[in-house]
């Protein structure tokens, strides 16, 4: 209970996002709300949020309606990567069971401007088959560690690969690692492009602003872009863009 003697209403945060710990940070500051935030556990060293902290899986939905329930839960964010399908599908589908409120937390896609040269593939493995296509064979590939394997096929490549922890196999036979996480700066993509002579970059359409200075230099470099595009929300399930539509949200649902 608060210093009033009203219980606390518990929010758990699905993070591992810039936004979710915003949120974090935010909620945590509410008298009125005990905040939890789960990671997957993905990265060796994780940002760590403001309040409380759960790191590892559910074990499916089921698993994580029973959280739900056992913790006693009265609102779900969903603030995951705009990739990470899985959680975000089993999040709906735990908070159906369990009778909570859901809502998605997601930023903004990357629009292109004039001048860009964009390719949008719905997959790394279309990013995989359409790069063949393209003149040059130095490939930067900014997707992260999980999904390489659908690039190890491509043995006439190589590929710059940037990623916060090391890659596991099966990868690219021809390959670079750079262990690195954003932000990134302009003048430092610039001369990334420059170092190792690029080609072609391939990204996820993650949003944000801390990694978007790659595409600025690919535009000025004249470099094609090709761009994966997110999978939607699950049907049915509300989504703001920003921490603010977040709290607003809960304003409605808990506070």
Do not use: Y
């Amino acid at each position: 209970m608060n210093d009033t003697g009203r219980p606390l209403r518990h929010v758990l945060i699905l993070g591992g996002t810039t936004e979710a710990r915003r949120l974090a940070a935010v909620l945590a500051a509410e008298p009125d709300l005990c905040v939890t935030t789960s990671l997957a556990g993905r990265v060796a060293a994780p940002r760590l949020p403001a309040g409380e902290v759960r790191i590892g899986g559910f074990g499916g939905p089921d698993g994580l309606a029973r959280w739900l329930r056992e913790h006693a839960v009265d609102a779900l964010i969903d603030a995951t990567h705009p990739f990470a399908g899985t959680i975000s599908h089993n999040a709906a589908a735990a908070a159906a069971t369990a009778h909570v409120p859901l809502l998605a937390l997601r930023r903004p896609g990357w629009v292109p401007g004039p001048g860009d040269d964009w390719h949008p593939v719905s997959s790394l493995k279309a990013a995989a088959a359409t790069l063949p296509t393209f003149p040059g064979t130095r490939i930067f590939l900014t997707t992260g560690r999980m999904g390489l394997a659908h690039f190890a096929h491509l043995t006439d490549l190589w590929f710059l690969v940037r990623s916060v922890d090391a890659p596991e196999a099966p990868c690219p036979p021809r390959m670079h690692t750079l262990l690195d996480r954003g932000p990134f700066t302009l003048d430092g993509e610039r001369a990334l492009l420059r170092e190792h002579r690029i080609d072609v970059l391939v990204t996820k359409d993650s949003g944000a602003a801390a990694t978007a200075p790659k595409l600025t230099a690919a535009r000025e470099a004249g470099i094609p872009v090709v761009v994966v595009s997110r999978p939607a929300v699950p049907e049915g399930v509300p989504e703001v863009s920003d921490p603010a539509g977040a709290v607003g949200w809960l304003r409605d649902q808990v506070l």
